[in-house]
């Protein structure tokens, strides 16, 4: 489900606009409904740490990026790390380890022209970005937002919604 519509009540005359699920190039909305006061809003994400300049180039190595890429770059190195460093503990695969261990080489000489406290200040303020986002779906009545599709009537509580998408983003 994707785009801005109506939610109204078939039992009652509550109505209100909801943005459901729209992205943006560098952010995205999404509707959500307190599932203690049913209040409807819409919580908004930026991740500055992931914005891209429009020349970026996914397949280009730090070497080749503008500084201002960089942090888009490394987080992909470190999620590479990661991912490899799990594989070459899988039980059975031993032969596609020689594979692995030459794209952990590859993340590791790459993200070696960036100083430790630079990587360590980054997964910081990933940690704090995600933990604002976060913080969005608690809504001020002390109930959490759900981004689920509209679960009952703010006004009435009757499950009987109904959702009108008015265009598709
Ligand atoms: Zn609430
Ligand atoms: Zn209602």
Redesign the pocket.
Known sequence: MGGVGTVS?L??D?AQEVTSFTHGGRSSNTGVQCQACGQFTSIFYTRPTLNVSDGYDHNKTLSELVTEDWPVRIGKLLGHLDFYQEMMNEPGRAGERSGWLAKIDEARRELSAVPTEQIQALELKHQAEKAADDAQYDCECGGRRVNKKPLF?P??R?IKLQYKVRYMT
Do not use: I, M, T, V
């Open positions: 009540c039992d009652c509550f009537c006004s009435c009757s």
